[in-house]
């Protein structure tokens, strides 16, 4: 029996997706509290792997097993288990066809910038930031130059491990709100510090110290090293995962951001 769950995480107190001998990852105290209730072994797999302080609002995970459990028991049973900061949202059963990774379409990951004088107090972790002002249309101008099908080495980790750095980003969209910044990034899949690499480097065209066109060069150079240096992963949200409608699964949302961007705007006075 394949058990699909969608979940929703604050990165900050965790050491990434990935489990670790430690036991400090959000895959490890997911497996713990899955195995609980099934009294068995658990091992799961996710659509996307996140970083160190990366959040998610939507992720997607699937596991096997052969007990029977009622969904409620995949949801309220297994966060009561889970440390503060980790929620199950909804479960599903699948077939064995579906695959939380291989059957994704498109992912979409969010990132909040705080662009002001002072960094966050109350959001510290929550948000990136930047204090310097932002020209955001140089920085759109530079994003078009990211959309279709490119080699993204440049935008690449050193430690990624994926066979081709070719990705397809389908949407790029900058948009401000009060103090903040929104990047939204859609595309087929990323490569390890592909968003966070982006982000920084439109925020050098933002503040001037480089053209939009320099993107363009970027992307040709294939060179990492010519890149802005990788941005903090404190404002970066995975924000979804979409899927091909036949597997019925619930539509990825925003909750968290749509609910935060308005209260840090009154904080600072907007």
Request: hydrophobic share 40%; glycine share 8%; proline share 4%.
């Amino acid at each position: 029996m394949r058990i699909v769950l969608g979940l929703e995480y604050d990165g900050s107190h965790f050491c990434g997706w990935q489990s670790q001998p430690s036991g400090c990852s959000i895959q490890d105290a997911l497996e713990t509290a899955l195995s609980r209730i099934a009294q068995s072994s658990v091992q799961i797999i996710t659509a996307g792997r996140t970083d160190s302080g990366v959040h998610a609002t939507y992720q997607v995970i699937h596991f096997d097993t052969k007990v029977k459990r009622p969904l409620s028991a995949w949801v309220r049973g297994v966060n009561a288990l889970l440390p503060d900061g980790i929620v199950v949202l909804w479960a599903s059963k699948l077939s064995n066809s579906f695959h939380a990774r291989y059957s994704a379409r498109e992912r979409c990951y969010l990132y909040l910038l705080l662009n002001h004088p002072i960094r966050a107090g109350l959001y510290h972790g929550k948000v990136g930031w930047f204090h310097l002002p932002l020209n955001l249309e140089r920085m759109r101008d530079a994003a078009k130059l990211l959309l279709g099908e490119h080699d993204f080495s440049a935008f690449r980790a050193t430690e990624c491990q994926a066979k081709s750095p070719v990705r397809n980003v389908t949407k790029l969209e900058i948009i401000q709100q009060g103090d903040i910044i929104t990047f939204e990034i859609r595309a087929n899949a990323f490569l390890y510090h592909m968003v966070r690499n982006i982000v920084g480097s439109l925020i050098y065209v933002g503040k001037g110290k480089r053209s939009s066109q320099w993107i363009r060069e970027l992307l040709e150079s294939g060179d990492r090293t010519y890149a802005a240096p990788t941005f903090s992963a404190a404002g970066l949200y995975l924000a979804g995962i979409t899927y091909d409608p036949k597997w019925k699964l619930p539509c990825s949302v925003e909750p968290s951001l749509t609910a935060i961007l308005p209260r840090i705007s009154r904080a600072r006075g907007q």
